[in-house]
């Protein structure tokens, strides 16, 4: 008997807008049982792949995604390592880079595809672009290259004409199709009439160890933005918050903050009781130069540490993800330091 080799894909749908419907009665969005979506895409069908699917008991909004939501993604992955070739998670936009980054972390040494897409439009609607992200998106995880390894062997996100590093992602648009952008990082793929890896840009991870899952994902870590004529007393309260255990600070530019004797201290001072703050740029491009001003300088030398040129929702989830793993502050800081997987350039 012949061997099925025909890619083998798992669908995780957790919910968001490319399963939505609408509500008669109140003409709000929401999600509705996945194997209506299957009916709304019949091109599916003409793939000529093993495609099962799970869903989210609940399908949800991604703006109620939490490390509990990334968890589940996770241990379905998890359970299903050895039976697939390749994972597609359908998610909502909102929070989809989030999601993308902590799973990078989470999913140690992973060496298949897990592609994670949606869409601005319900799969429903005549004008979707769900229809052709889906598509898209098995197309990608089924890819192989010349030795037969997977293509893309990341966390990646699939969205209109691009697939981009997960962790290296943000959503830029709340109305075009392309809504995400690798801002500080290239495309993996160009999608257009045909599919182009540029297999240059794809990560390798540097050992051939099986899948680790790490669940743990500590949550006491928050954002604080700058702004011109912040408050020493709003800003010495947030880096006091109950139980903070890290801060992913947004500063101006190549790293800078204001001048003032007063901020430096309120950063040393929280430093010095082991908080973590790790000092990323507002900017959607370029990153953190401690050494290009003297304001970043002083950042650095109240022990705030360089972010380099990772997102923020890499930055945030990967605070998680090492305080996750039970390690003190000092470790965590040198783990921040260092790529862990492509998250970010040094």
Same mark, same amino acid.
């Given at each position: 008997?012949?061997?099925?080799?025909?890619?083998?894909?798992?669908?995780?749908?957790?919910?968001?807008?490319?399963?939505?419907?609408?509500?008669?009665?109140?003409?709000?969005?929401?999600?509705?049982?996945?194997?209506?979506?299957?009916?709304?895409?019949?091109?599916?069908?003409?793939?000529?792949?093993?495609?099962?699917?799970?869903?989210?008991?609940?399908?949800?909004?991604?703006?109620?995604?939490?490390?509990?939501?990334?968890?589940?993604?996770?241990?379905?992955?998890?359970?299903?390592?050895?039976?697939?070739?390749?994972?597609?998670?359908? *998610?909502?936009?909102?929070? @989809? +880079? #989030?999601?993308?980054?902590? /799973?990078?972390?989470?999913?140690?040494?992973?060496?298949?595809? &897990?592609?994670?897409?949606?869409?601005?439009?319900?799969?429903?609607?005549?004008?979707?672009?769900?229809?052709?992200?889906?598509?898209?998106?098995?197309?990608?995880?089924?890819?192989?290259?010349?030795?037969?390894?997977?293509?893309?062997?990341?966390?990646?996100?699939?969205?209109?004409?691009?697939?981009?590093?997960?962790?290296?992602?943000?959503?830029?648009?709340?109305?075009?199709?392309?809504?995400?952008?690798?801002?500080?990082?290239?495309?993996?793929? *160009?999608?257009?009439?045909? @599919? +182009? #890896?540029?297999?240059?840009? /794809?990560?390798?991870?540097?050992?051939?160890?099986?899948?680790? &899952?790490?669940?743990?994902?500590?949550?006491?870590?928050?954002?604080?933005?700058?702004?011109?004529?912040?408050?020493?007393?709003?800003?010495?309260?947030?880096?006091?918050?109950?139980?903070?255990?890290?801060?992913?600070?947004?500063?101006?530019?190549?790293?800078?903050?204001?001048?003032?004797?007063?901020?430096?201290?309120?950063?040393?001072?929280?430093?010095?009781?082991?908080?973590?703050?790790?000092?990323?740029?507002?900017?959607?491009?370029?990153?953190? *130069?401690?050494?290009?001003?003297?304001?970043?300088?002083?950042?650095?030398?109240?022990?705030?540490?360089?972010?380099?040129?990772?997102?923020?929702?890499?930055?945030?989830?990967?605070?998680?993800?090492?305080?996750?793993?039970?390690?003190?502050?000092?470790?965590?800081?040198?783990?921040?330091?260092?790529?862990?997987?492509?998250?970010?350039?040094?």
């Amino acid at each position: 008997m012949a061997q099925n080799t025909r890619p083998k894909i798992l669908i995780i749908y957790t919910g968001g807008t490319i399963g939505m419907i609408e509500n008669q009665e109140t003409h709000a969005l929401q999600p509705f049982d996945f194997s209506h979506l299957i009916d709304n895409v019949p091109k599916v069908k003409k793939l000529d792949y093993d495609i099962d699917n799970i869903q989210f008991s609940a399908p949800i909004d991604s703006a109620n995604m939490n490390p509990g939501h990334w968890a589940e993604i996770a241990r379905s992955i998890e359970e299903n390592y050895d039976k697939f070739d390749g994972f597609v998670v359908l *998610h909502g936009t909102d929070t @989809m +880079a #989030f999601t993308a980054s902590a /799973l990078s972390f989470m999913l140690e040494n992973l060496h298949k595809p &897990v592609i994670i897409t949606g869409s601005q439009l319900p799969i429903g609607e005549v004008r979707t672009d769900g229809e052709e992200n889906l598509i898209t998106a098995l197309q990608v995880a089924a890819a192989t290259d010349s030795n037969g390894d997977p293509m893309v062997q990341e966390v990646a996100i699939l969205f209109e004409n691009y697939l981009w590093r997960g962790n290296r992602s943000t959503k830029m648009s709340a109305d075009n199709f392309n809504a995400f952008k690798s801002n500080n990082y290239p495309a993996l793929a *160009h999608i257009g009439l045909g @599919m +182009a #890896f540029h297999e240059e840009n /794809l990560y390798r991870s540097p050992s051939k160890r099986p899948l680790k &899952v790490h669940y743990e994902m500590d949550p006491h870590v928050m954002f604080v933005e700058l702004h011109p004529g912040i408050m020493e007393d709003t800003f010495r309260y947030m880096l006091s918050a109950p139980n903070i255990k890290g801060i992913v600070l947004k500063t101006y530019g190549a790293g800078n903050s204001p001048s003032e004797p007063w901020f430096t201290a309120a950063i040393n001072e929280a430093t010095s009781r082991g908080v973590v703050i790790l000092n990323v740029s507002q900017c959607v491009n370029g990153g953190v *130069h401690n050494g290009l001003y003297e304001t970043g300088k002083s950042l650095s030398a109240a022990g705030a540490i360089s972010g380099n040129d990772i997102t923020s929702e890499a930055a945030i989830t990967k605070m998680m993800y090492l305080f996750g793993l039970g390690l003190n502050s000092e470790s965590v800081k040198t783990y921040l330091g260092c790529v862990l997987c492509g998250e970010m350039t040094i």
